[in-house]
């Protein structure tokens, strides 16, 4: 059982989850609406809950009644702990201690959603598939590879924060595929991805179980650096996220 914090700021709040001796800092994102579905951000490696994608899905999915939790994994950003440490199991240890606070949170429905970008999204797909028995996460990947093959080619530090743990993990044969049989989910792949080969989007698209979708940008980069191509994505996966998450709601 983790322990928590949180601390209000108006329309956000600043949370503190403890996972072990560590801690998991993120923040909250309510919509004026009560009792809203909430979707959790993931980001990926060498990136944080303060970039400027998930700051701006704080802004947008509150405007079509979401709220959005965004946070650090642990030896990243605020959060506690060094990116040396740092693998597939903690992530999602992490990722389930933030559901497991936000779950209790008066101002939420209890029904979430995943989000993640990149290793992030690889993440939200494993704590998704650990999910399966029960109600399902509906998930949404932005250039999430299938398969982490290739992580030993890539530098070890602190600003890819890329560590010898994950590397270890997967060198093991462990989290080193992304999962089959996830439903709900919506992945989303730039044509143009230099670090993520566009065909693991299909291949997550091809291990997923209905509903599930794939929407390519044609032109976009692996950070979706162009605002319009980043816009595409943020509306996409709002759409996909109203739509799954308010099913069943009384209108």
């Not at 809203?36 to 994608?53: E, I, R, Y």
């Not at 399966?132 to 949404?140: K, L």
């Not at 030993?152 to 595929?177: F, K, N, Q």
């Not at 044609?218 to 605002?227: F, I, K, T």
Request: glycine residues 10%.
């Amino acid at each position: 059982m983790s322990a928590v914090s949180s601390i209000s700021s108006g329309p956000s709040e600043r949370f503190s989850v403890r996972v072990g001796a560590l801690a998991v800092a993120g923040v909250l994102h309510l919509p004026p609406s009560p009792r809203a579905p909430c979707v959790v951000a993931c980001h990926g490696l060498g990136a944080s809950k303060d970039s400027d994608k998930y700051l701006l899905l704080g802004r947008m999915l509150p405007e079509a009644g979401l709220a959005l939790a965004r946070f650090d994994f642990r030896g990243a950003g605020e959060s506690g702990g060094s990116y040396r440490d740092a693998t597939i199991a903690t992530r999602v240890a992490d990722l389930e201690a933030v559901l497991e606070h936000l779950a209790a949170h008066p101002a939420l429905s209890g029904r979430f959603g995943l989000l993640g970008s990149s290793l992030g999204g690889f993440v939200a797909l494993h704590a998704a598939h650990r999910r399966r028995a029960q109600a399902p996460y509906v998930v949404v990947t932005w250039n999430a590879p299938a398969a982490l093959r290739d992580l030993e080619a890539r530098e070890m530090s602190e600003a890819t924060g890329l560590g010898p743990a994950l590397v270890a993990e997967v060198r093991a044969g462990e989290h080193a595929e992304a999962p089959t049989g996830v439903s709900h989910l919506l992945v989303i792949q730039g044509a143009a991805d230099e670090v993520v080969p566009p065909a693991h989007g299909q291949a997550l698209y091809a291990r997923a179980r209905e509903p599930r979708a794939l929407h390519w940008i044609l032109g976009a980069d692996h950070r979706l650096s162009d605002m319009g191509h980043r816009m595409d994505a943020v509306e996409r996966s709002r759409g996909w996220m109203t739509k799954h998450l308010r099913e069943g709601e009384p209108r």
